[in-house]
């Protein structure tokens, strides 16, 4: 008897032939051909060649066989058959259903008579290939443009015939019972490194990539869906088997990259998902990825900042909370530049463009990568800019035409990269920026360029008032140069009512960092009344929305001193004055050393012993503030959180949803880490959760999946919250509306208290529900100097806190505070400062 092996069938060519490899070890392909039979020829177009090798394909494909030999032709060629618990003999199987015959010439075998009897009973009952009237299927070797259309809504059910390479197939695609085509395909959206030929070597994983395809998908049914084709004519389609698209396993198993020149086929949602699945076998490092260096991802992947500069439609400066500043690249844009000469005239208008939208706006900044330092080039940050709105500031320059989608093979591209390609293309359709037409040349003409230059120009520019210009550089903090693009001018601008800046070089450089801050590349208008001997033109300076001038600022800071003589000419000689008594008072900037000829203040000691005072933090700041209390329990926080978060990966999921009032552990979207919270609201319809972080005091709103269970050893039993929410004592903030001035008071406290250590004077607990304790807040450097100044006080002067009118009894007690507060107040709105600019709001 012969000797039985065992294998399994990778492939059917035919009715007759097999293609197996072995159980165990390397898969070395064996071809068998079934003995003493034949079937139709599927190449030759006989008729139920199809069917024949579909009722072997199905039945056996992936499948574990035996199989024996039984003879051997000259040249080698194995003749078998095989056994499986569905049958015996194969060959005796495949007769009865008349998907073969028998081979012409061994009918006089006596050892075969059994299979003659078999194919004569099937030809008898007239089963396959005995059948009459067979139809013959006519096959293509392409599909029509009217059949690709179709698949991309109905994708064409196929059979994978032969694997090509890790992104390249062999299909057969089932048009209809009797219409086929067999044609190649390229595995949308991917590229697989190349497999060997007789002219050159595979690359490397080349053949790991085209086995991984063979295993799951050789001889297997799949659904294909054309979604265009390459430069080359070959077709490239959607592969989908019912265990899913085999271009996200391949990403995933690091076999293949993305093919960023597939974007434009597949859009900006399926090129998402498969830049996802290679973010996976990436961060794995697996196979292709295996050697790649280390992530040049930062570690601080986003922070917010504010847009201090556009260096050019790709190249910003931002100011971080600390007033450092950093300069960053949008990841994967080119703007216009001055080298290039087809961008070259776009330059100008694509950075007035990007400034328009972005200076001085709050932004959410994300690192995607960074550029390494080389002898050209510095280091830099490659990075996504977010406006306050979500709108990514990236699109919103592609889309309106002013740069151009890096397409080169790079390290790594923003999640969106493929809807910056579709912005770009549509940006091109439609001929905006540098796709259309070129602009005329700008034709400036530099106003100050001498007294006798400027002068004609001031009888025009004193009978207007708010002149709008753009500040494009600063040269002191009194003096600009401005451009006036409406006017076709540019002319440099000196702020009037001021006396030159004393020659103190420490207070002229922050002076001019605090003018920097507020004025660079900013809209503003204009009011001029003078010109100086030089060809500067004298007068006001505004911003957008403020009725003041900018002068007013720099007086307050104790920047500049009142130039006497000029007060007149601003309109403002009142105001002026105040606002230089305000920083004589304070003793900034320039009065610093001032001694004023003053009774001494009274001393914080004597304030009223009712009063409980507290060294604190400020954690966060909202139309509340929450402090932290620098006391032994506080001291505990850190090594707490520490190990709180050192055991996060194994809280349990919630249960159920959390009700309003559950405590909970909450991830922090801007770390990942989890921290314990309260759960202050349910938003049903969107499913989100907003928390309050009971340790730091800030909200915000999560999904359910990053809530936990919080474990009891990490309960508020074991350590109380330690964020207290609090409310300034006899203030309340601006209102939001008609204009957003609780915004800019906010933006004010975080700039002045957030993570700073003051001391919390509560005046009374429990003052309403929510809200812990009513508070003065003492800045330790001010009250040195003026123990009676509060951060209070501060707000109310500066406009940006309402001193309350309808007392509660408790605050009754505090009459004098609240008449020192009024007049601070009365003040505010003498000098239209912060909500009280366009007049009483409380009217």
Known sequence: MSTIFGARVKNVLSA?????????????????????????????????????????????????????????????????????????SLISYLLEKGAVKLRSGIFDDEALLDLQKIEAKARDKGVGMWAKNLGAIETANELTPSQKE??????????VERVISGDRLMVRALVSKNKHAVFPVLIAGIKAPRTASAEQEAEPFGEQAKSYVETRLLARNVKISVVGESSSGIAVAQVMHPAGKINSKLLEEGLAEVADWQSVLLGASGMADLRKSERIGRGQKKNLWHNEEGSTESTEKSFNGTIARVISADTLVVRLK????????????????????????????????????????????????????????DERSLVSIFLNDGTNLSDLIVSNGYASVLKFKSESKPDYWDSLIESELQATKLKKGIHGKIPDPERIVDASESA?????????????????????????????????????????????????????????????????????????HLDIYNVDKFGGFIGNLYFPGSSVPFQISLLQQGFAECHERSLAQTKYERQFLQAEEEAREKKLGVWAAYQPEEAP??????????????????????????????????????????????????????????????????????????????????DRQLNKYKVRH????????????????LPANFGTSVLKPQAHV????????????????????????????????LVACETFHNPEPGVEMDVELYDPETISKDPKWTINKELVSNGLGIVKKDLKEFEKLLSAEQQALLELEQEAKRAHKGCWEHGDIEE
């Open 601 to 682: 203040v009274q001393q914080m000691s004597k304030l009223s012993i009712d009063r409980k005072y507290y060294d604190v933090v400020v954690t966060d700041v909202s139309e509340t503030i929450a402090l932290q209390i620098l006391n032994d329990e506080q001291k505990k926080l850190s090594p707490f959180m520490k190990q709180m978060h050192a055991s996060s990966s194994g809280f349990k999921p919630l249960g159920k949803p959390p009700k309003a009032g559950a405590l909970v552990a909450a991830k922090f979207s801007e770390n990942g880490k989890f921290y314990r919270a309260l759960v202050v609201a349910v």
């Open 16 to 88: 007759d032939t097999l293609v197996l490899v072995p159980l165990k070890g390397p898969s070395t392909e064996r071809i068998l051909t079934l003995g003493y039979v034949q079937a139709p020829r599927l190449n030759s177009g006989e008729k139920y060649a199809f069917e024949a090798r579909e009722l072997l394909r199905t039945l056996l494909v992936g499948k574990e066989i035996k199989f024996w030999i039984l003879y051997k032709s000259q040249s080698e060629k194995e003749f078998g058959d095989v056994s499986t618990p569905l049958f015996p």
């Open 452 to 524: 006798a230059r400027a002068r004609p120009y001031l009888f025009s520019f004193q009978n207007r008032t708010k002149i709008p210009g753009i500040v494009e550089h600063i040269t002191a903090s009194n003096r600009f140069k401005i451009s006036m693009p409406r006017e076709g001018l540019r002319l440099t601008f000196v702020l009037g009512g001021l006396a030159n800046p004393r020659g103190d070089e420490e207070i002229a450089e922050k002076a001019l960092a605090f003018t920097t801050k507020k004025a660079y590349q900013r809209d503003v």
């Open 322 to 377: 600390n007033d450092t500043e950093i300069t960053v690249q949008l990841a994967s844009l080119r703007g216009p530049r001055q080298s290039d000469p087809e961008t070259a005239p776009f330059v100008a208008a694509a950075r007035e463009f990007v400034r328009s939208k972005a200076i001085g706006k709050q932004v959410r900044v994300v690192v995607e990568s960074i550029r390494p330092k080389t002898e050209q080039l």
């Open 694 to 709: 009971v340790d730091y005091g800030n909200s915000e709103s999560v999904p359910l999946s990053d809530l936990r269970e």
């Open 150 to 159: 179709k698949s991309k809504t109905t994708p064409l059910d196929a059979i």
């Open 726 to 757: 609090a409310q300034f004592s006899l203030v309340k903030l601006p209102p939001a509306q008609p204009i957003d001035y609780l915004q800019d008071a906010i933006y004010f406290l975080e700039d002045l208290i957030l993570d700073r250590q």
